[in-house]
């Protein structure tokens, strides 16, 4: 069994892709817009804008897959409870994952060392998904 998180947007899906594959050094190993899927439950729901929304995309960091796609048939809505946290090896890339994500996002634990990780900050992209960036404690 895989655990395999899953993100949804309102639209957004192709640029959050592009730019998560870039700060988490990843692969978009799938990108199907709802034009190309061709799916009889949602055409009938699509305006001809979005048909170019992603139907399902997938996202490839390291040996992890996260699934993504925009949703038409739901209102979005932003859910800061829930969090995916990205593991780090040095400091170094959490401050270069951060600061590629950083623009239009809000900050709720600003970056810092905690008793259990050497760097970690916490925030609300731009997109409205919340992350969690971070090392193990490295450092004492």
């Known amino acids: 069994m895989q655990i395999t998180p899953t993100l949804n947007f309102a639209g957004s899906c192709r640029e959050a892709m592009q730019l ?3 700060a988490f050094q990843g692969k978009i190993t799938c990108l199907l817009t ?3 899927a061709n799916d009889p439950a949602y055409l009938p729901l699509l305006t001809e804008g979005q048909l ?3 139907y399902h995309g997938e996202l490839l960091c390291g040996d992890q ?3 993504m796609a925009d949703h038409v048939d739901l ?20 401050q270069q ?3 590629l994500m950083q623009e239009g996002s809000t900050t ?9 990780s050497s760097c970690r900050v916490a925030f609300v992209d ?3 998904i919340r992350w969690g960036l971070m090392t193990e404690q490295t450092e004492r």
């Open 65 to 67: 897959r996260i699934i």
């Open 75 to 94: 209102e979005f809505t932003t859910c800061t409870t829930n969090f995916l946290t990205i593991m780090f090896d040095t400091k170094e890339e959490v």
């Open 97 to 99: 994952a951060y600061a």
């Open 20 to 22: 998560y594959e870039q």
């Open 126 to 128: 731009r997109f409205g």
């Open 34 to 36: 709802y034009g190309e």
């Open 52 to 54: 170019d929304y992603i």
């Open 108 to 116: 709720i634990y600003p970056m810092e060392a905690t008793p259990y």
